[in-house]
């Protein structure tokens, strides 16, 4: 199941979502109601059998995440794990406050 808090809001594509330690149904629009921080944390695998050209999808499907995010110290909070052989913290939770910042260290 993919959450996403947008602007107070938890996105879904599953029948429930949680959100606060709650579980709550979902709307018909797949939207529910969410006013709580959120630490989202994307591991993204970086070996050897992933190809160059297939990183640059990997890493736009991220940025096109975070871009949907109200992303800030006191709302939504992201973090980028890669790993192959061992994990590697590309940022951590606390290190960027906004959507943009993530983007510029994301797109490179």
């Not at 606060?20 to 921080?37: A, K, S, T």
């Not at 992303?71 to 959507?99: E, G, K």
């Amino acid at each position: 199941m993919l959450t996403l808090l947008s602007f107070g809001k938890c996105i879904t594509s599953d029948y429930v979502v949680f959100c606060d330690q709650h579980v709550l149904p979902l709307l018909d629009d797949n939207v529910v109601e969410c006013n709580g921080i959120t630490d989202l944390a994307f591991v993204l695998h970086s070996g050897g059998s992933v190809h160059p050209e297939r990183w640059h999808h990997v890493t736009q499907f991220v940025v096109s995440n975070v871009n949907r995010l109200d992303v800030h110290a006191n709302r939504t909070r992201v973090a980028v794990v890669t790993w192959s052989d061992s994990a590697h913290i590309a940022f951590t939770l606390d290190q960027f406050t906004s959507r943009q910042d993530i983007n510029q260290v994301l797109v490179i």
